[in-house]
């Protein structure tokens, strides 16, 4: 068990009474040159410019089926509807999400401790690791909707109370990710820049914000600059490519409108260095399954 440290200064603000931009103060690659693991140098380069990078393949054809048929389990267990930990679709009330299945499904905490995986986080963040958030993503066709805008870090930042830009994600896709069905958009080389959003954090903004995020939105000014700068990427692939991302790279989604769901599971790992506070603007934290509260590292 690590116990969290005092609160530090606030380096990113957020949720003021205007809207702020902080160039980031942090690296983006914390591991030192040539540090070994999954991933090639020239890889981790392409993600310290890009705040992305992607991989055609991370699981293999037979390992996503067995995470598929896992995912299917879950969202068919009528006990998951009661849990929290799940979120429904808000029209149509099918389930979107499941949060924290890396704790209730030893399936997917065998996914968060695979080397591929674990050892390419430790490798971005440079030391220990432990799981900040995990859920699985559903996204069923003929409607779900999609997630607008927005930087993780400033709701992790805000909510969670993570100090530091050093956390990473993955979103392993579990089915085809087509350029027409709700896949995930990035803007390249947004994460140098740290949006502080306007707008006081609502109460219990958790039940609301993980169907449709209000809080933490940037301007459609910013949003307009920053893809005029940097463009607008959209990730496709196979089930089983996997595409890792900054915390703070500026990123959403569209609805699915079309009958292929687009699943994923999505795993979030924060080192151990930068493990979670008080929040930085908000009254109190997220529960611990959306936000974690105990940091015993990846083994
Ligand atoms: O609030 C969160 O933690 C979640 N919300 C979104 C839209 N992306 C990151 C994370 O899963
Ligand atoms: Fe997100």
Redesign the pocket.
């Known amino acids: 068990m690590t116990i969290a440290p005092e609160r530090t200064a606030d380096l990113y603000p957020t949720r003021g009474t205007s809207e702020v931009i902080t160039p980031r103060k942090d690296p983006v690659v914390w591991s030192q040159p040539g540090t070994a693991g999954p991933f090639r140098p020239s890889e981790l380069s392409d993600f310290e410019r890009d705040g992305f990078f992607a991989i055609g393949e991370l699981l293999t054809a037979e390992e996503v089926a067995v995470y598929r048929t896992e995912l299917d389990r879950l969202v068919g267990d009528p006990a998951m509807r009661a849990n929290p930990r799940s979120i429904v679709e808000p029209k149509s009330q099918s389930i979107r999400s499941v949060f924290e299945v890396h704790k209730i499904s030893e399936v997917f905490a065998r996914l968060v401790s695979d080397p591929r995986v674990v050892g390419r986080a430790r490798q971005i963040l440079g030391s220990d690791v432990y799981v900040h958030?995990s859920?699985i993503n559903v996204k069923p066709g003929f409607g779900a909707s999609g997630?607008y805008w927005?930087s993780?870090f400033e709701?992790?930042h805000a909510?969670?109370g993570l100090p530091n830009m050093r956390t990473v994600?993955v979103s392993i896709a579990l089915t085809e990710n087509f350029d027409t069905n709700g896949g995930l958009m990035i803007m390249p080389g947004s994460h140098r820049h740290f949006v502080g959003c306007e707008g006081e954090t609502p109460k219990d903004n958790?039940k609301r914000?993980?169907q449709m995020?209000d809080a933490g939105i940037p301007s459609d000014q910013v949003l307009t600059d920053m893809a005029d700068e940097h463009g607008i990427r959209l990730f496709t692939g196979r089930a089983g490519s996997a595409t890792w991302f900054d915390c703070n790279a500026m990123h959403g989604s569209g609805d699915n409108i079309t009958p292929y769901p687009r699943s994923n599971v999505?795993i979030?790992f924060n080192s151990v260095e930068n493990a979670a506070v008080d929040p930085f603007a908000a009254p109190v934290p997220r529960p611990d399954y959306?936000?974690a509260r105990e940091f015993t590292p990846v083994r």
């Open positions: 958030q859920r997630f927005h993780d709701t992790w909510e969670d994600s958790y914000s993980l995020q999505f979030v959306i936000g």
